[in-house]
């Protein structure tokens, strides 16, 4: 028997033993918390107090009936039992060389995304994405150069030689080397698409999109460059990525810097203006959280320095905020920020310290005359 | 509830890593009911957690080789951490790949509790009346405390389990526990203070 003695009433609350006698008494717990009160007659006000805690912390919980449980694991061991592939795989359409051969491999994704789709809407999980399919995705091969283009309406997934895949929108193309050379990965794009670069620091990846090149080293980004638009974008998700104007790319490796560069962090983006030549470095337009350790619950502020929650911010986002730490030295802030928006979340830090914030260059900066 | 059997787990455990798929559903079985209550916690999506739920399951399946083994204390937060970090990312995901993101007042993942008494268990109007004030204050507490609380007092997880399942450290969670009830001290006091001396007038 645990030594209720040293109990505080926090021990108690969380007695599983406790707990039952408050919840469930019966005729030998009754007489056994009874029994230990008239030897404890000073600990009789925590008893009555962790007693009120325990019957107070019920909460109202959803029934789950046996059968479900039963459902759900014989789903779960069909599953294990039957397996298919978890995500249907979504394999480029291919470049082999005889004709028949291509149309084998054309024949085998469709069936492979067939009975991944079938397999989907039996068991897989709700997240919906809207991939093409199959034929106006167009793969053509010349010198050693693959190019693919989408004509679809959704986007298509392309995986590269090195293994990196690119989510290519609509209306866009890419060309890429068969094999990519020994020192660097290199790519064309027209229009949009989503990379996620596997990391190899001895090759760097580089796109070429219309008068902008990024450079990278391994990490997720988004190139938009449709020859209808003035101006080229590159967004940044994860890692860092930089961005030359064309001109000043001619020499990658070399370690001239030029004006027309820049490097972009997650959550940043630069757009390249193709009637100025010139970059401006902003936000992307909904940042997202990048730090994956970060739980909602980090957002909930209670008296906390203001201080610490841009700090917060900073980490989930990877942005960097800009303040006088000193001005703002006596705000303190509560509030639950979990669910908001980066911008949500700024306004609402703002209005509660009397603060305004501004972008500037890829940053927040936030101005205040503090709080007394 | 498990918790009467704590050597059952471990052994269904290295059943299941050596392959004995029954034994991996005992364990869902045995386990379902806590997580899909801890799951709902943070969606009213029922069927999201129960998707996830087979995932996470399906996934330890094909790691069992893999899979570290796990004392019997271990195997609930194991099971919470792999569904709470799943059920963020697939959210994630969600949003990722839907056209309009999604509206976050109605899908945030957020976790959230509602403390309710059970009435018929408060004998008294008086602690009827205290019951509901202790309500009133637990369903105040930012959710990172009631999150742990609920861990606490409902799957009667130690420190170190809540902390692995909630991704903060285990000061943090003794930080929530001690404010959570400093404040809860401060506000029952008085009542509890006139209980005890009426107890004792009554002896």
Same mark, same amino acid.
């Given at each position: ?191 949009? /698409?989503? =990379?996620?670069?596997? @990391? ?5 990846? +580089? #796109?070429?999109?219309?008068? $902008?090149?990024? *450079? ?53 983006? /630069?757009? =390249?203006?193709?009637? @100025? ?5 902003? +936000? #992307?337009?909904?940042?997202? $959280?990048?730090? *994956? ?80 | ?203």
């Amino acid at each position: 028997m645990p030594d209720y003695a040293a109990y505080t009433i926090e021990d108690f609350v969380f007695d599983p033993e406790f707990q039952r006698w408050v919840k469930q008494p019966n005729a030998s717990n009754e007489d056994f918390w009874q029994q230990w009160q008239e030897a404890h007659p000073d600990r009789m006000a925590d008893i009555q107090q962790a007693r009120q805690l325990v019957l107070s912390m019920e909460v109202g919980e959803v029934a789950v009936s046996p059968e479900q449980i039963k459902h759900d694991v014989q789903k779960m061991l069909h599953r294990i039992r039957y397996q298919q592939p978890v995500r249907p795989a979504f394999t480029t359409v291919t470049r082999s060389s005889p004709a028949w051969g291509r149309w084998a491999a054309a024949a085998a994704v469709v069936l492979a995304i067939g009975l991944g789709w079938v397999y989907y809407r039996q068991v897989a999980t709700p997240v919906q994405q809207q991939y093409a399919v199959t034929d106006s995705v167009v793969a053509d091969e010349k010198d050693g150069m693959v190019t693919e283009r989408n004509a679809t309406k959704a986007l298509k997934i392309c995986t590269l030689p090195d293994g990196s895949t690119v989510e290519l929108s609509p209306a866009s193309a890419i060309s890429y080397p068969r094999q990519f050379d020994t020192d660097k990965r290199q790519v064309t794009l027209t229009g949009e /698409a989503f =990379f996620n670069v596997m @990391r190899n620091p001895a090759k760097p990846f +580089l #796109v070429f999109a219309d008068d $902008v090149v990024t *450079k990278v080293l391994g990490t997720s980004f988004r190139v938009k460059a449709y020859p209808d638009q003035k101006d080229i974008v590159v967004a940044v998700r994860t890692g860092k990525v930089a961005v030359y104007a064309r001109q000043a790319a001619t020499d990658l490796t070399g370690k001239a810097v030029d004006r027309r560069v820049i490097s972009l962090t997650p959550n940043q983006q /630069a757009e =390249f203006s193709r009637i @100025r030549a010139e970059f401006r470095k902003t +936000l #992307v337009a909904r940042p997202i $959280v990048i730090d *994956k350790e970060i739980r909602p619950a980090e957002f909930e502020f209670d008296e906390t320095p203001v201080v610490e929650v841009f700090r917060r911010i900073e980490k989930a986002y990877g942005i960097e905020i800009i303040y006088d730490s000193d001005v703002l030295r006596d705000c303190a802030l509560s509030a639950s920020l979990s669910q908001e928006t980066l911008d949500d979340k700024l306004r609402i830090v703002c209005r509660g310290i009397e603060a305004t914030s501004e972008i500037i260059d890829g940053k927040i900066v936030i101005r205040s005359n503090g709080c007394r | 509830m498990r918790l009467e059997s704590p050597d059952n787990d471990a052994w269904l455990w290295q059943r299941f890593k050596e392959g004995d798929s029954e034994a991996l559903g005992q364990l869902m079985t045995d386990h379902y009911t806590a997580l899909i209550r801890y799951g709902t916690r943070f969606t009213r999506d029922t069927d999201f957690v129960r998707d996830c739920m087979q995932d996470i399951f399906v996934e330890l399946w094909n790691r069992r080789e893999t899979v570290s083994l796990l004392t019997s204390e271990r195997v609930r937060p194991y099971l919470m951490t792999m569904l709470r970090r799943l059920l963020h990312q697939q959210f994630l995901e969600r949003q990722r790949y839907a056209f309009e993101p999604v509206s976050e007042q109605e899908n945030g993942l957020v976790f959230d509790v509602t403390f309710s008494p059970e009435d018929m268990l408060i004998e008294t109007e008086q602690s009827q009346h205290t019951a509901d004030r202790i309500r009133q204050l637990l369903n105040q507490l930012p959710r990172r405390s009631k999150e742990a609380i609920y861990l606490r007092f409902y799957d009667n997880l130690d420190r170190a389990a809540i902390a692995q399942v909630m991704g903060i450290s285990e000061q943090s969670v003794s930080n929530l526990f001690q404010e959570t009830f400093r404040l809860l001290r401060r506000h029952v006091q008085s009542k509890q203070l006139w209980l005890f001396l009426l107890a004792h007038l009554m002896l």
